[in-house]
């Protein structure tokens, strides 16, 4: 395997032509301040607590509607929780919501409103990690930081031929990326390397020839760009299995639950489910109010990050209050309603299913 330890970096010249194509050719994102200019700080962590492992094309709606509710950490702070994961909905891995509303109450309760500066205090909010915490104190206050996320991670391991697979290469590419940092436009020269990795490193068929690193890139000069950054292989994920019960009282509202403020989608709103796991045996035990269930054809697949889910789901009609058999905390909404809810994607799936599918009579009254 090529090692890249002894290998010469590039000097102060990548950087500034780095910055340049820059000025040429940057993103215009919503929460993005044209090249040189310092942006607001608020505008910066929303964009990248957003962007966590979501695409910027997903992310544009969703900040330009937060930010209309909610213009500054303070008015974020004193929404109910409910309404930010309300509005968060679709965009997935809901912790990020949660943590979101979190540090906006540190922020303005602990801070004066105000998000410090250096990246050891960014890190100490909730929510903010490495990646986050030198991105925004490189990006809203000039701080010398690497951002590196994925995008970086493949630029670097490009322009170095690191053949190291990931993750086992992650510190060598983050020392290299810290090195090319200049101690001006820290900011600029982040969001250069996230525009370079997104628009011409690109995963497949990079665009060598219009990239202003392509002189001194040493995995362009030996011909394995392309194959570049090199990664262990995944592990299989497993399966689990649920039953999600779909409940409709006399008038057509539909029973919801809250799942626990801990844990998994924690604080959203579901369509009540057995656990996930081993395809229930016995799912009418963990149903929650005993009903003629009538299952519906087919099948509810969601991926989450360290498994994969398969649900099945059952129906009962003409339900009565009161029959409920534990103290979750559940709810009835009317069907144009749903759409308001705080509803992870997985659910939305859930609801389309329920309301598209037939029904195939199967269970009687327990």
Known sequence: MRSSVARKGPGPQAARRLLAWYDVHARV???REVPGVMPDPYRVWLSEIMLQQTTVQAVKGYFERF??????????????LDDVLKAWAGLGYYARARNLHACAKEVAQHHGGRFPETEAALRGLPGIGPYTAAAIAAIAFGGRHAAVDGNVERVITRLHAIETPLPAAKADIRERAQALVPSARAGDFAQAMMDLGATICTPRAPDCGRCPFAACCEGRKSGIAE?????APRKERPVRHGTAFWIERGDGAVLLRRRPERGLLGGMMEVPTTAWGAPPAKAEREAPLAAHWNALSGEVHHSFTHFDLVLIVWRARHVMDGALRDNGDYRWVMPEDLSSEALPTVMRKVVAHARGKAETPRRKRL
């Open 29 to 31: 994102l919503p929460w």
């Open 67 to 80: 930010l209309a509710k909610w213009p500054d950490v303070g008015a974020l702070a004193s929404a109910p």
């Open 227 to 231: 194959t570049l950054p090199r990664k």
